[in-house]
């Protein structure tokens, strides 16, 4: 195999990451929602915890990105 | 741009001069990336001076302005507390200006020949943010509590036996801050773009290519609206994840734990 076939690869399976984080993602804001649902007064208290949990999981997937680039554009 | 043969996403990136200009080695040429910066300075500006009339019934823009403060105000006030005042209107500039960067790099002005430039999509931009942050962190952190602020890396209640492996975690997760600060803003605007561009190429090139070209470039006219309105909605969220985790990193320093 040559160079830029295992290049293309290897960003694409770095990419599997993304999908990664999007369940992530939607873990934090669906386990939001549900226990928001279950105790509305309480939700909007916890909002900033939300955004924290959502960037944590969020950064993960963004770093995949980045390394399927890195991977794209090397050399 | 890539009507037909390779799609070219990067190339909305490159950073070009417009005036160019060396001192010594130094290339400190005007570059695009400075005309944007100028351009969501004077935006900032126009919206402030607009707003900042003090009214005693406000008007409409006055309330949006009034609407962004009081918006900062509050998530500083919530986080760190009454002693955080000090620190809203740092925490107000990094707000705004994030956002009107990103925005302004979302302007669909390419229809009349303006392309907008993305001042947040360059880590050269969101790393100084991101550094600025960290070290108000470790000044303020150092200031308030002078060596003190070391306890930071010891939570409460640890065990004697586990402070050196806690300490060493909680080392390494506080000088991994800066980069992820500035790395989650950089690649979430980075991202977005390449795919609206990869997108927008799929519609031209789908358009110049037969009955089964059609159908893709409309899917994909289809799908990139859906996510024009989702990069709005990040440009949003990522500005106020920034000043939402350096208001909590401010109280970490100035709490401590």
Same mark, same amino acid.
């Given at each position: 195999?040559?160079?830029?076939?295992?290049?293309?690869?290897?960003?694409? =399976?770095?990419?599997?990451?993304?999908?990664?984080?999007?369940? #992530?993602?939607?873990?934090?804001?669906?386990?939001?929602?549900?226990?928001?649902?279950?105790?509305?007064?309480?939700?909007?208290?916890?909002?900033?915890? =939300?955004?924290? #949990?959502?960037?944590?999981?969020?950064? =993960? #997937?963004?770093?995949?990105?980045?390394?399927?680039?890195?991977? =794209?554009?090397?050399? | 741009?890539?009507?037909?043969?390779?799609?070219?996403?990067?190339?909305?990136? %490159?950073?070009?001069?417009?005036?160019?200009?060396?001192?010594?080695?130094?290339?400190?040429?005007? %570059?695009?990336?400075?005309?944007?910066?100028?351009?969501?300075?004077?935006?900032?500006?126009?919206?402030? *001076?607009?707003?900042?009339?003090?009214?005693?019934?406000?008007?409409?823009?006055?309330?949006?302005?009034?609407?962004? !403060?009081?918006?900062?105000?509050?998530?500083?006030?919530?986080?760190?507390?009454?002693?955080?005042? *000090?620190?809203?209107?740092?925490?107000?500039?990094?707000?705004?200006?994030?956002?009107?960067?990103?925005?302004?790099?979302?302007?669909?002005?390419?229809?009349?020949?303006?392309?907008?430039?993305? %001042? !947040?999509?360059? +880590?050269?931009?969101?790393?100084?943010?991101?550094?600025?942050?960290?070290?108000? @962190?470790?000044? @303020?952190? /150092?200031?308030?509590?002078?060596?003190?602020?070391?306890?930071?890396?010891?939570?409460?209640?640890?065990?004697?036996?586990?402070?050196?492996?806690?300490?060493?975690?909680? +080392?390494?997760?506080?000088?991994?801050?800066?980069?992820?600060?500035?790395?989650?803003?950089?690649? *979430?605007?980075?991202?977005?773009?390449?795919?609206?561009?990869? /997108?927008?190429? +799929?519609?031209?090139?789908?358009?110049?290519?037969?009955?089964?070209?059609?159908?893709?470039?409309?899917?994909?006219?289809?799908?990139?609206?859906? @996510?024009?309105?989702?990069?709005?909605?990040?440009?949003?969220?990522?500005?106020?994840?920034?000043?939402?985790? %350096?208001?909590?990193?401010?109280?970490? *320093?100035?709490?401590?734990?």
């Amino acid at each position: 195999m040559d160079f830029a076939s295992a290049q293309v690869i290897g960003a694409g =399976l770095a990419a599997i990451g993304v999908g990664a984080a999007a369940v #992530g993602v939607g873990n934090v804001f669906g386990s939001f929602l549900e226990s928001a649902l279950r105790n509305p007064a309480a939700a909007d208290s916890q909002q900033g915890r =939300l955004f924290i #949990g959502f960037a944590a999981a969020e950064l =993960l #997937g963004l770093i995949a990105f980045a390394v399927a680039m890195i991977i =794209l554009y090397a050399r | 741009m890539a009507a037909e043969g390779k799609i070219d996403p990067m190339h909305q990136f %490159t950073v070009e001069p417009l005036v160019p200009l060396h001192i010594g080695p130094y290339d400190i040429s005007f %570059t695009t990336s400075s005309l944007w910066l100028l351009v969501a300075l004077v935006v900032i500006y126009g919206f402030m *001076a607009l707003g900042m009339k003090r009214q005693l019934v406000p008007g409409r823009w006055q309330v949006a302005v009034e609407g962004v !403060t009081g918006f900062i105000d509050d998530m500083v006030k919530v986080n760190i507390g009454p002693k955080g005042k *000090a620190y809203v209107p740092y925490i107000f500039s990094l707000f705004i200006f994030i956002l009107v960067s990103n925005l302004l790099g979302l302007l669909p002005l390419a229809v009349i020949g303006i392309h907008p430039f993305t %001042t !947040t999509s360059h +880590f050269s931009i969101t790393g100084v943010l991101a550094v600025l942050s960290f070290s108000i @962190v470790l000044i @303020v952190g /150092f200031w308030r509590h002078g060596l003190h602020f070391f306890s930071l890396f010891v939570p409460h209640g640890t065990p004697k036996v586990m402070i050196p492996l806690i300490a060493s975690i909680e +080392f390494i997760s506080f000088m991994v801050r800066p980069f992820s600060l500035g790395l989650r803003l950089f690649v *979430a605007m980075i991202a977005g773009h390449i795919l609206m561009e990869v /997108f927008g190429s +799929f519609i031209v090139s789908g358009f110049n290519g037969g009955a089964v070209g059609w159908g893709v470039g409309a899917l994909s006219f289809a799908f990139i609206i859906g @996510v024009a309105a989702l990069e709005l909605l990040v440009c949003a969220i990522q500005a106020y994840v920034f000043a939402l985790l %350096t208001t909590l990193y401010l109280n970490d *320093a100035i709490n401590l734990h």
